[in-house]
């Protein structure tokens, strides 16, 4: 039988030291790029889906049968681990840890009484409180700051899609989103999307927005609103909206 000399012994049990110390490091360090990220964010907002007056979430209703979601998708590309906060929030995540960027994506929404206003105006040529004007269509993407909780009430002179709250630089101005028909039937469901790219950095973009014309126009109606975030965005990062609005 041999027996492994003393010099042996001790080598063997240093390179073990090493190997150990090493791996420790290893954890120490992504822990430690890891925290920022794990820790970070802000306080939550509800999740509605399908909210409708006077009627329950996620369903049709007698007093309308406009039934509208939105799914927004927050690309962070310069995230390697995943914000805990965000995932107490509602959002889910395309990775987790060791990622390269990753996309967090949430379903929130309302659709307002000016909004609902102007489905009159666009089905009978008419409207009560709204100016009606023939050519618009809420086709408008837009997006806000602002902290206030979306309301039917809310109007493009208050609320957090106003014409003060609205985002109108660094890539996030409001634009006319891509729309796509659905097929006659039974339900018509129509979607608009469009992907901002962030050239600035905002620290709390929270807010999505579907208007019948652009901040410039003279005649805006905030026809839906949905909550998430709040999200900081520097540039490079993508948020991609969808607005889908059905009929029954």
Not at 102 to 123: M, R, S
Not at 150 to 155: E, K, V
Not at 223 to 248: C, H, K, M, Q
Request: net charge negative; aromatic share 6%.
């Amino acid at each position: 039988m041999q027996v492994a000399a003393p010099e042996t012994r001790r080598s063997t049990g240093r390179r073990r030291a090493i190997i150990s110390a090493f791996a420790v490091a290893i954890i120490a360090v992504g822990l430690l790029v890891a925290a920022p990220y794990l820790l970070s964010g802000s306080s939550s907002h509800p999740q509605a889906t399908c909210t409708m007056p006077n009627g329950a979430a996620g369903t049709f209703d007698a007093v309308s049968s406009s039934c509208i979601d939105f799914t927004v998708v927050i690309t962070h590309q310069e995230q390697s681990f995943v914000n805990l906060k965000l995932l107490q929030e509602g959002f889910s995540a395309n990775c987790w840890a060791f990622c390269h960027g990753i996309a967090y994506t949430l379903d929130p929404t309302v659709i307002t009484n000016d909004g609902h206003d102007f489905e009159q105006c666009k089905i009978f040529g008419s409207s009560g409180t709204i100016t009606c004007t023939p050519a618009d269509t809420a086709t408008v993407v837009g997006l806000s700051e602002n902290s206030g909780t979306p309301a039917a009430g809310d109007t493009y002179a208050s609320g957090p899609c106003s014409s003060t709250n609205l985002i109108t630089t660094g890539g996030l101005a409001d634009v006319a989103g891509s729309v796509s028909p659905g097929t006659a039937g039974s339900t018509v469901t129509t979607t608009i999307a469009h992907t901002f790219t962030a050239a600035e950095t905002d620290s709390a973009v929270q807010t999505a927005c579907l208007l019948t014309e652009t901040n410039s126009g003279s005649d805006v109606v905030v026809y839906a609103e949905g909550t998430f975030g709040p999200d900081s965005l520097v540039s490079g990062n993508t948020l991609a909206i969808t607005w889908s609005i059905a009929r029954t």
